[in-house]
Structures are given as structure tokens and as C-alpha cells.
């Protein structure tokens, strides 16, 4: 991690669950952070909760799955920063309910595709546009989920995941997409990765609309264990890309 030290990266969906500790992760790293989030007080307050970490943790208000939000994050970023070094895309959402129920909206559909995949493609196109122009190393991290490695079935159509795992599916192939275009470069010092995490307590399943008796029963990783993974991922060798990294629970079948 020494040679991201003073370096600046971003965290996208950082108010809350896995980004809050990715981002609280890096700054202890001595990383000068910045996160994303349409809840920017959230992040605020976590600054203030790590002021004395070696690196600084910096808020801007966007909403990725908005391609207007993110140009203007991008501007802010470009201006304030002048570059970025590390680009970590971990916003995300999910809605509990079956693909065909009336209670799932167009809308709810619309903004999980948008914020889970769109934005992640726009994001992580404009993020590359900038680490080139600094010719320095950079980091592409996807915050992706088993659940893009796993077969539709009738356990997960059973849990609503309605066109999640269809998102999920669309990172592990642009995250492979993306490394293999940079890769064409032999002077490409950009490396891309994806995560992906099984079951993470995280209120994405509250948000969601997961019933009481469901989230009672819910085991998984804690956000802090998917931070340390990304931490691990930025500490490899400069020569080496870990191109899908995948973390479960012990004896977890999700």
C-alpha cells in the first residue's frame, strides 16, 4: 500500500455498508479519499470520525446511475484533484420482489440497472480518461457479487433478485472488458479488478424491503472484510493484476 500513499482515489456508494469502510480503510492507509454518495452528510460525518487518519476523506454529492451527476463529480474532481489514482465503483442497490410482480416498478428496475451497471461503465470509462492523462499507475476495483458468477435458479428467482444478478452479470464481463483493451497497451500501467463478495450484512437487504424474519436469519461477511480485500488487492505487486477476487462466509453457501 506504500506507493498509494498521498495518492487520491474515489469511492463510489460511500455513505454506507462496504464503501463506508472502503473509504475509512483507505484513508487510514494515508490515501486522500473522496466519496460519492447522494447522501453526502453521511460521509461528512465520517470524516470527521477519522480526521486524525493519515490520508483525508473528502465528500462530493452524486448519484451514478445520473450521467449529468457524474460529469459534474468528475469536474469537481479534475479540478480540485487534478487527477485520480484509485477508482473503486461500489454503488449499488436492490429491490426484494419478483420480476413479474406489479409491485416492482419500471422505475425501481430502471435505477438498479442504471446505478448498478450504467453507471459503473461511465464512471469507470472517465476515471481511465484521467489516470492516462497522469501516466502514473492506476486501479480499477469493481465491486461486483457472486451472484454475477452464479446461474439464474429457482432459490434466487424465489428471493426477488428480479434483474440484480443480470447487472451483476454485465460487471464481470465489463470488468474482463476493460482489462483486456487496456492490456492491448504494452505501456498500460492501469490494472482492473472485480470483487466479489457472498452475502455482506450491509441495510441494502432493509432498503430492499427483506422481510423481519428474513433479515433475523441473515448471516454474512462484514463490510470491514470486503475493505480489507480491496486493501490486500492494492498492496499486490505492480506486475501482478488479480483479476476476480471472490470472498464468502465460511461454510456459507452464498
Given at each position: 500500500m506504500d506507493k498509494w500513499f498521498g495518492k487520491t482515489a474515489?469511492?463510489?456508494?460511500?455513505?454506507?455498508?462496504?464503501?463506508?469502510?472502503?473509504?475509512?480503510?483507505?484513508?487510514?492507509?494515508?490515501?486522500?479519499?473522496?466519496?460519492?454518495?447522494?447522501?453526502?452528510?453521511?460521509?461528512?460525518?465520517?470524516?470527521?470520525?477519522?480526521?486524525?487518519?493519515?490520508?483525508?476523506?473528502?465528500?462530493?454529492?452524486?448519484?451514478?446511475?445520473?450521467?449529468?451527476?457524474?460529469?459534474?463529480?468528475?469536474?469537481?474532481?479534475?479540478?480540485?484533484?487534478?487527477?485520480?489514482?484509485?477508482?473503486?465503483?461500489?454503488?449499488?442497490?436492490?429491490?426484494?420482489?419478483?420480476?413479474?410482480?406489479?409491485?416492482?416498478?419500471?422505475?425501481?428496475?430502471?435505477?438498479?440497472?442504471?446505478?448498478?451497471?450504467?453507471?459503473?461503465?461511465l464512471c469507470s470509462r472517465k476515471a481511465v480518461k484521467l489516470m492516462q492523462k497522469n501516466g502514473e499507475a492506476g486501479y480499477v476495483i469493481n465491486i461486483n457479487s457472486i451472484a454475477g458468477q452464479m446461474s439464474a435458479c429457482g432459490v434466487m428467482a424465489d428471493y426477488g433478485t428480479n434483474v440484480y444478478m443480470s447487472t451483476k452479470h454485465g460487471v464481470t464481463q465489463i470488468t474482463e472488458i476493460l482489462r483486456l483493451e487496456l492490456a492491448s497497451n504494452p505501456n498500460n500501467k492501469i490494472k482492473v479488478s472485480s470483487?466479489?463478495?457472498?452475502?455482506?450484512?450491509?441495510?441494502?437487504?432493509?432498503?430492499?424491503?427483506?422481510?423481519?424474519?428474513?433479515?433475523?436469519?441473515?448471516q454474512g461477511l462484514k463490510p470491514e472484510e470486503v475493505a480489507d480485500a480491496v486493501v490486500y488487492l492494492l498492496g499486490t505487486p505492480e506486475s501482478v493484476n488479480v483479476t476476480e477476487l471472490t470472498i464468502r462466509l465460511l461454510n456459507s453457501p452464498f
Amino acid at each position: 500500500m506504500d506507493k498509494w500513499f498521498g495518492k487520491t482515489a474515489v469511492v463510489t456508494g460511500a455513505s454506507s455498508g462496504i464503501g463506508a469502510s472502503i473509504l475509512v480503510a483507505l484513508a487510514k492507509a494515508g490515501v486522500n479519499v473522496i466519496g460519492l454518495a447522494r447522501r453526502k452528510d453521511r460521509i461528512e460525518a465520517l470524516a470527521e470520525q477519522n480526521k486524525s487518519a493519515k490520508g483525508k476523506i473528502h465528500s462530493f454529492a452524486c448519484d451514478v446511475s445520473d450521467p449529468k451527476s457524474v460529469d459534474a463529480a468528475f469536474e469537481w474532481i479534475e479540478k480540485t484533484f487534478g487527477t485520480v489514482n484509485i477508482w473503486i465503483n461500489n454503488a449499488g442497490i436492490w429491490r426484494c420482489n419478483k420480476l413479474t410482480n406489479d409491485a416492482l416498478t419500471d422505475s425501481e428496475i430502471i435505477d438498479t440497472v442504471n446505478t448498478n451497471f450504467t453507471g459503473l461503465v461511465l464512471c469507470s470509462r472517465k476515471a481511465v480518461k484521467l489516470m492516462q492523462k497522469n501516466g502514473e499507475a492506476g486501479y480499477v476495483i469493481n465491486i461486483n457479487s457472486i451472484a454475477g458468477q452464479m446461474s439464474a435458479c429457482g432459490v434466487m428467482a424465489d428471493y426477488g433478485t428480479n434483474v440484480y444478478m443480470s447487472t451483476k452479470h454485465g460487471v464481470t464481463q465489463i470488468t474482463e472488458i476493460l482489462r483486456l483493451e487496456l492490456a492491448s497497451n504494452p505501456n498500460n500501467k492501469i490494472k482492473v479488478s472485480s470483487v466479489s463478495p457472498g452475502v455482506v450484512k450491509t441495510d441494502i437487504f432493509e432498503i430492499a424491503g427483506m422481510s423481519k424474519a428474513g433479515l433475523e436469519l441473515l448471516q454474512g461477511l462484514k463490510p470491514e472484510e470486503v475493505a480489507d480485500a480491496v486493501v490486500y488487492l492494492l498492496g499486490t505487486p505492480e506486475s501482478v493484476n488479480v483479476t476476480e477476487l471472490t470472498i464468502r462466509l465460511l461454510n456459507s453457501p452464498f
